[in-house]
Nanobody, 127 residues
């Protein structure tokens, strides 16, 4: 079973940047689409960005378009989330997720479609 480990969270001032990383534990991390979700207390987990296995297809929720970039390096079994111009409303626990797919172009957009999850990393943006 593939395991995911997030890193890169922390405390940053509004307008600042952070880069989250999601590393897979096994070299069998092949043909998995990936997503970054975030969750705040009392709210449902929401999709922030998603990427296909081949990296050609991406999705962003409206509130992060133009500020966040999802990418992946399959040679390193790692998915990234570059976050720029951070806002206090971006404060949340960020989770990496992955799901095995049979086509390299597939992107999954809901939490129910992902079966592999990381433990989460806290991102706090101060005003």
């Amino acid at each position: 079973q593939v395991q995911l480990v997030e890193s890169g969270g922390g405390l940053v001032q509004a307008g600042g940047s952070l880069r989250l990383s999601c590393a897979a534990s096994k070299r069998t991390f092949v043909m998995y689409c990936s997503g970054w979700f975030r969750q705040t207390p009392g709210k449902e987990r929401e999709l922030v960005a998603a990427i296909s296995w081949d990296g050609d297809n991406t999705y962003y929720t409206d509130s992060v378009k133009g500020r966040f970039t999802i990418s992946r390096d399959n040679a390193k079994d790692t998915v990234y989330l570059e976050m720029n111009n951070l806002k206090p409303e971006d404060t949340a626990v960020y989770y990496c997720a992955a799901e095995k797919v049979w086509e390299s172009v597939v992107v999954r957009l809901t939490s129910d479609e992902y079966s592999v999850w990381g433990q989460g990393t806290q991102v706090t943006v101060s005003s």
